[in-house]
């Protein structure tokens, strides 16, 4: 039995497909549920990340809006994409532009470590704000699914083999299994 | 050095479908569930009018009743003829079924008055809707009111109308006090339609309709006079409580050897006098009262009357 790609390298990309299309589902109600609910003095508000980055802009903190939007939105976008376009392009083969694929997983790897921003800030705000009637924060389920796609990202990304990328792209190899 | 012969590796072909695939399937299903869970919990939206939405803020203002949050407002929207607001409202799906014909809404804001402090949370908070639910056909337009309806009656009991020149300080919520305890509330106060009068409508609890007669005289007994003369000083005699919330008292004479007059029905109106006679003071027939307490008593209920 004659195999040039060990065994676990393409299950290696079946791993990385198979995390990274469970982060994009995941990404949906991380979206468009409510991340926390805040209580000021009686009144109560629920955000989604999104509207929460809306408030923080028009409340003048302009640079924590930027902030979040880029760390919760932005990024883990980016991220799910550029994944993707690798698993595509590894999939496929043929690696003339190898190099830059490498440098885009390098990329990747080192932004995935900022997207868990919002959840530390939902975390450290639960436990911090707890005055009672005057201002309670509490964390929703929003909060749950947008850790879950986060950690499903980065295991992603750690179950991509940026080698996979250096094959040589002849025809003659066995294709990588279909799943 | 005789060299065993090499194990054969095993080889074992790729599962045709791999463990891993179940990640994005429990994510499909966790995910589901989740964006599930959140729209059951929705109810149906409403609209609701109001002449004055001040204070009233999209995603911050909650309907509540009895003191529960049974919903958000969603949306705060100006009528298309600028003469007042429609107020959006998600209820909560448990609290769905107060959306029905009948269903009173009102803005809780804080309120001092003599009568006591209402609201005085939402000094903090900003207002809020309360509702009190109707129980007609499902609806989901209504007509805000644009004060505190008066408070919910008991069943039992009956109401009078009292006619009255000046207001004084019959509005709602005073009391109806019979030998300076308080036995009823007024209800509702309006100007009577040709303006002459006041008309007041008062609710007496249950046990103590039957002291209003038909010969009941009924006088203002809010606030208080001071009289200095050559004599002395003669304060008139007033409970500290209707001093302070103003209210209306009455007494019922002793007919004739005893007997007394049929009793008031339910609508009846009388006057109100500003200030009562000393004879009236003096008034103290016998009326038997059959007070709850002793319905309720254990042997009664044994006894299976009623």
Same mark, same amino acid.
Request: proline letters at 25%; a positive charge; zero cysteines.
């Given at each position: 039995m004659k195999r040039r790609h060990p065994y676990l390298r393409s299950e290696k990309l079946a791993n990385a497909t198979a995390f990274a299309i469970a982060a994009a589902v995941m990404l949906v109600p991380a979206n468009f549920l409510p991340v926390l609910t805040t209580q000021t003095s009686g009144r109560s508000r629920t955000d989604t990340i999104f509207s929460g980055t809306v408030e923080l802009w028009n409340q003048g903190l302009w640079a924590i809006a930027a902030i979040v939007f880029i760390a919760s939105i932005v990024i883990p976008l980016l991220k799910l994409v550029g994944l993707g376009w690798l698993l595509i392009q590894a999939r496929r083969g043929a690696m003339r532009n190898a190099r830059q694929l490498t440098r885009l997983y390098g990329a990747l790897d080192v932004i995935g470590r900022w997207s868990m921003l919002d959840v530390f800030l939902v975390a450290f705000l639960s436990g911090v704000v707890r005055f009672g009637v005057f201002s309670t924060v509490e964390p929703r389920s929003g909060i749950i699914a947008f850790a879950i796609a986060v950690v499903l990202t980065v295991l992603a990304t750690h179950a991509f083999d940026p080698r996979v990328l250096w094959r040589s792209g002849s025809k003659s190899e066995p294709a990588l299994p279909t799943l | 050095m005789s060299m065993s012969p090499a194990p054969t590796p095993k080889v074992s072909r790729a !599962?045709?479908? !791999?463990?891993?695939?179940?990640v994005p399937l429990i994510a499909l299903a966790v995910g589901g569930w989740m964006v599930a869970h959140e729209l059951r919990n929705r109810g149906p939206e409403i609209t609701i009018d109001f002449a004055d939405g001040s204070g009233i803020a999209a995603d911050r203002t909650e309907l509540h009743h009895k003191g529960v949050s049974v919903g958000t407002v969603t949306a705060v929207e100006l009528k298309p003829n600028l003469d007042g607001v429609t107020v959006r409202v998600r209820l909560r799906q448990t609290a769905a079924a107060i959306a029905s014909e009948g269903a009173l809404f009102w803005i809780v804001q804080p309120e001092i008055g003599l009568s006591g402090i209402r609201g005085l949370d939402t000094l903090l908070t900003g207002p809020r809707l309360n509702v009190r639910p109707g129980n007609g056909t499902p609806a989901n337009h209504f007509i805000g009111l644009d004060r505190t309806p008066p408070p919910e009656l008991p069943l039992e009991g009956r109401a009078f109308i009292l006619q009255s020149d000046q207001l004084g300080s019959l509005t709602t919520g005073a009391g109806v006090f019979y030998r300076q305890m308080k036995v009823g509330a007024v209800e509702t106060s309006r100007l009577a339609d040709d303006a002459t009068a006041i008309l007041i409508r008062i609710h007496v609890e249950a046990p103590y309709a039957d002291l209003v007669r038909t010969n009941t005289r009924f006088w203002n007994a809010g606030g208080f006079s001071f009289k200095v003369g050559l004599l002395g000083a003669e304060l008139k005699n007033t409970s500290l409580e209707s001093m302070l919330s103003g209210g209306v008292a009455f007494a019922t004479p002793s007919g004739e050897g005893g007997a007394l007059a049929d009793l008031a029905p339910e609508g009846m109106v009388f006057q109100v006098a500003s200030e009562a006679e000393k004879e009236w003071i003096k008034w103290a027939p016998k009326i038997p009262l059959v007070t709850p307490e002793v319905v309720s008593e254990p042997s009664a209920q044994a006894g299976g009357g009623k």
């Open positions: - | !599962p045709r479908f !791999p463990l891993v695939w179940v």
